[in-house]
């Protein structure tokens, strides 16, 4: 699996919704999928997907599909 | 500006500084209120015109008593920009308050919250203990404060392990677990005050876990402490005597003022952070305490932008212990809260906030 596809699968595990629905765009609040509570859960996938420790700062700063794949990017994940 | 002060690092500014750095931007979020919000500009209007001069200090600013959002729709924004409507839960019977926040104002929150706690968590998020049930989230669409103070946390932490099982009961193996999943590592717990102390501290077990590793945040207030006769320092000495815990940070806020976060300093006092203040005033003529000297409370934020809850007169009564020279280095001022005001003492307050 390429690193764009783990992530999808990461966010529709997370957020228990079908992979189409995971693009580029999608934001964090805009579905009622993608809640503070599920947040902290997409968090975790993502860390054990790809075996990193998201800081604080980076939590907060997650709000969208795209700004996830830049936030991995500063831990070294290549999309 | 606003960005500076929230990026800086915390507890930094000393008071002449912090007049200078906060008081343009209250009293520009002052004028924005003023032109933005009808109900804030009438209550402005009958109450303080003429009596306020042109604000020198922090002190000289006008302030809305936090009973004013039970009673008025205080909203700076139109309706298509509300993001988010936060309400109080109030006691039985009481008026809900509502506070409407856009998504710049809530992501103000969000940053300022972070800034406090990983000033004492650090920025990697730690393994975190709740002491609390999973259960207060069984209904999503209407989980209590307590739901919400614990996912505004969970930002901090990872592992999230609740240690009260589905019933509320303490689950002894767990915390065994979870303290051997982490043995010799620092963690972080958080839980409500009482929680903490009727199922941690008062565990039926009585077992002296070492919990030296640790730092507690905790919050929710201390009224069910009070009737139990459990005051903060008694609190703060019975973890330390018993789990070797004392890093233990209280934390007092309200939802009626987002950005006031006011963590306890290692004094046992809470802190008031760069951008946020507090000033004590006598509840009847609402001139300015002395430090020392018990009053309500007054708490001023730079953030909420969405709403008029830059400066609100609380229902708390507290006291000023210092400021600028806490015994851990922290600058600005510490206090803290000794109750709340008394109801004759809070409608006293209202008619001479209504005559003047």
């Known amino acids: 699996m390429s690193n764009t596809e783990k992530l999808i699968h990461a966010f529709s ?17 805009a579905i009622p999928e993608w809640d503070s509570i599920t947040h902290m859960i997409l968090i975790s996938q993502l860390e054990d997907t790809f075996g990193v420790a998201i800081d604080t700062d980076d939590v907060i700063d997650l709000s969208s599909v795209g700004k996830a794949k830049e936030i991995l990017t500063k831990y070294n994940i290549v999309f | 500006m606003l960005n500076d002060l929230l990026n800086t690092i915390q507890y930094s500014l000393t008071r002449d500084e912090k007049n200078r750095e906060l008081l343009p931007l209250l009293l520009e979020r002052h004028q924005w209120h003023l032109g933005s919000c009808a109900a804030y500009r009438d ?20 302030f ?5 959002f039970k009673n008025h729709e205080l909203k700076s924004i139109p309706d298509s920009e509300v993001f988010k409507v936060l309400t109080s839960s109030g006691t039985t019977g009481d008026a809900v308050s509502r506070i409407f926040l856009n998504k710049e104002t809530a992501q103000l929150q969000s940053l300022a919250l972070s800034k406090i706690i990983t000033h004492v968590l650090g920025k990697a998020r730690l393994p975190m203990l709740i002491i609390d049930s999973k259960a207060v989230f069984a209904n999503k669409q209407s989980y209590s404060a307590r739901g919400a103070g614990i996912l505004g946390l969970s930002v901090f932490g990872k592992d999230h392990t609740y240690v009260l099982d589905d019933n509320f009961e303490f689950d002894e193996q767990v915390l065994a677990s979870f303290l051997e999943r982490y043995d010799g590592q620092p963690f972080f717990i958080f839980g409500f005050t009482f ?12 077992k002296r876990y070492d919990l030296s590793k640790a730092i507690l945040i905790h919050s929710g207030g201390w009224k069910k402490m009070t009737d139990m006769a459990v005051d903060n320092s008694v609190f703060r000495a019975s973890l330390k005597d018993r789990f070797g ?28 952070p760069n951008f946020a203040d507090v000033i004590i005033r006598n509840p009847a003529d609402f001139s300015v305490q002395p430090h020392g000297v018990p009053g309500l409370v007054q708490v001023i934020s730079v953030l ?43 409608r006293g307050c209202s008619d001479t906030f209504k005559s003047r």
Not at chain 2, 64 to 68: E, K, R
């Open chain 2, 64 to 68: 809305l008593p936090v009973s004013a």
């Open chain 2, 195 to 206: 929680m903490v102390w009727l199922y941690l501290f008062n565990a039926k077990t009585g």
């Open chain 2, 304 to 346: 909420p932008q969405s709403y008029p809850g830059h400066s609100l007169l609380t229902e708390d009564i507290g006291v000023i212990m210092g400021e600028d020279d806490a015994s851990n280095g922290w600058k600005g001022k510490y206090f803290k809260v000794t109750g709340r005001a008394k109801k004759a003492e809070l």
């Open chain 1, 13 to 29: 595990e997370a957020l228990a919704v079908p992979q189409e629905t995971i693009q580029d765009d999608l934001a964090y609040q």
């Open chain 2, 43 to 62: 209550i402005y209007n009958t109450v303080f015109e003429g009596s306020i001069r042109q604000p020198a200090t922090l002190a000289d600013l006008p």
């Open chain 2, 245 to 272: 815990l004392d890093q233990i940070y209280n934390f007092y806020g309200m939802i009626e003022q987002i950005g006031s976060v006011f963590l306890e300093n290692s004094d046992g006092y809470l802190h008031c």
